[in-house]
């Protein structure tokens, strides 16, 4: 990625961890890579916010967003934006009233007005005052707090770490714990992978994704070591 960034790229937009390995980007030296060239950073942080300790501070990225329905444990159509100040200025993609200056004055409505809100709130969606769907997402978020997240991911971790290694025995293969997220292992082997497999797991009450050749394991601190040695268990029954 490092040898990519020129001049000549406008925009880097990545994300922190790769949906199909794994892997993981050090964006600490991306963004400094990108500020020295001038390229701006546009994150997706879908895939390990709420995960994976993220500093906006130590990345500086322009842009970042991730949504709530993942790592965030929150509800669909719900997200995250994160705007450098920089760009508070700029216009955003869509217009509605409440992300107008003022909108919380209903008395004032009337008084339409070019103004945008402070600060990143120009950028939000319409109708943002979700009743159902802003509680459960404050509600995920003060329990990731509570948690802590660099929690979350040494203990997410430990449960792949064991099972890279278990699944290595059956020929399974996955990056390198150094080069990837511990809270995301993806399972590769020569002979591919068995048709129907998440399937087949999913009956014995053990649940992974398929993408491509990649079995996606994503455990959370809900997950016990029982748990893995179940999806250990029935891999190996299936590799026979």
């Known amino acids: 990625m490092l040898n990519s960034l020129t001049e000549n790229v406008a925009i880097a937009a990545l994300p922190n961890v790769q949906w199909t390995s794994g892997g993981r980007l050090d964006l600490v030296r991306i963004g400094q890579a990108c500020r020295k060239v001038g390229t701006a950073l546009v994150l997706d942080l879908t895939q390990s916010l709420g995960a994976l300790p993220f500093s906006a501070r130590d990345v500086q990225p322009d842009f970042a967003v991730a949504a709530n329905y993942k790592w965030l444990m929150g509800p669909y159509t719900t997200g995250i934006l994160y705007v450098a100040p920089k760009w508070h200025g700029g216009r955003p993609l869509e217009e509605n009233w409440i992300q107008r200056a003022n909108a919380r ?72 714990e150094d080069l990837r997220a511990p809270h995301y292992l993806c399972l590769r082997r020569k002979d591919g992978i068995p048709s129907g497999l998440s399937e087949t797991l999913a009956r014995q009450k053990v649940f992974v994704s398929v993408r491509g050749s990649s079995v996606r394991v994503t455990p959370h601190v809900y997950n016990s070591t029982q748990d893995a040695e179940r999806l250990i268990s029935c891999l190996r029954q299936m590799s026979r």
């Open 105 to 176: 004055d209903f008395a004032s409505l009337i008084l339409y007005t070019g103004l945008y809100d402070e600060g990143a709130r120009r950028f939000d969606m319409g109708e943002r005052s979700n009743f159902g769907l802003l509680p459960a997402a404050t509600c995920a978020l003060k329990q990731l707090l509570e948690w802590g997240v660099a929690e979350i991911s040494e203990t997410a971790g430990a449960l792949n770490r064991q099972l890279a290694a278990d699944a290595a025995e059956m020929g399974f293969s996955s990056p390198a």
